[in-house]
T-cell receptor, first 108, second 112 residues
Framework: GQNIDQPTEMTATEGAIVQINCTYQTSGFNGLFWYQQHAGEAPTFLSY????GLEEKGRFSSFLSRSKGYSYLLLKELQMKDSASYLC?????????FGAGTTVTVRA | DSGVTQTPKHLITATGQRVTLRCSPRSGDLSVYWYQQSLDQGLQFLIQ???????AKGNILERFSAQQFPDLHSELNLSSLELGDSALYFC???????????FGPGTRLTVL
């Protein structure tokens, strides 16, 4: 089975940087995804890591360490519209298992 | 807009009833996934179809069933509905059986 942990809530100031950590334990691993979800809306794909290292995509970066079962999502130059839930998801045997999500609140 | 469409957007029904949720994947995507999201459970994988065949099963109740049709759209059937089935139901699609999943806008089901 999957066990995926991420913090419940984080608060940061507009223009700042926030790092959302995700740790996982899995019987098999075939990639880690980050999704953004605004309340009542669909999850939106942000990033995908299957090899160790950092993937950068504009203001968002994601890091993976498979040996440590650890990933983080880095949000830079925070904007008010970044206030949302961020979901860490691990893929194993065609199945995507989601963490409970981290609610990020951006303050002016 | 992900390109995945779901209907209806909202559904209100009574306990014991049966409903059908519909999903059309992005053009070119062969795989369809169904998820349930309730406040206390997070996003839970239900079932996956790839090119018309069931590929993977998650925590799907026996009262629930799904299928993918030759035109690749999918339907999720929920029967003998209970209050606890009230949730957002998302459909996602991907090109391959293990590709990046893109989510539809969801169907909000309320069971009274």
């Amino acid at each position: 089975g999957q066990n995926i942990d991420q913090p419940t809530e984080m608060t940061a100031t507009e223009g700042a940087i926030v790092q959302i950590n995700c740790t996982y334990q899995t019987s098999g691993f075939n990639g880690l995804f980050w999704y953004q979800q605004h309340a009542g809306e669909a999850p939106t794909f942000l990033s995908y890591n299957v090899l160790d290292g950092l993937e950068e995509k504009g203001r968002f970066s994601s890091f993976l360490s498979r040996s440590k079962g650890y990933s983080y999502l880095l949000l830079k130059e925070l904007q008010m519209k970044d206030s949302a839930s961020y979901l860490c998801a691990v893929r194993s045997d065609y199945k995507l298992s989601f963490g409970a999500g981290t609610t990020v609140t951006v303050r002016a | 807009d992900s390109g995945v469409t779901q209907t209806p957007k909202h559904l209100i029904t009574a306990t014991g009833q049966r409903v059908t949720l519909r999903c059309s994947p992005r053009s070119g995507d062969l795989s369809v996934y169904w998820y349930q999201q309730s406040l206390d459970q997070g996003l839970q994988f239900l079932i996956q179809y790839y090119n018309g065949e069931e590929r993977a099963k998650g925590n799907i109740l026996e009262r629930f069933s799904a299928q993918q049709f030759p035109d690749l759209h999918s339907e999720l059937n929920l029967s003998s509905l209970e209050l606890g089935d009230s949730a957002l139901y998302f459909c996602a699609s991907s090109v391959q059986a293990e590709g990046t999943q893109y989510f539809g806008p969801g169907t909000r089901l309320t069971v009274l």
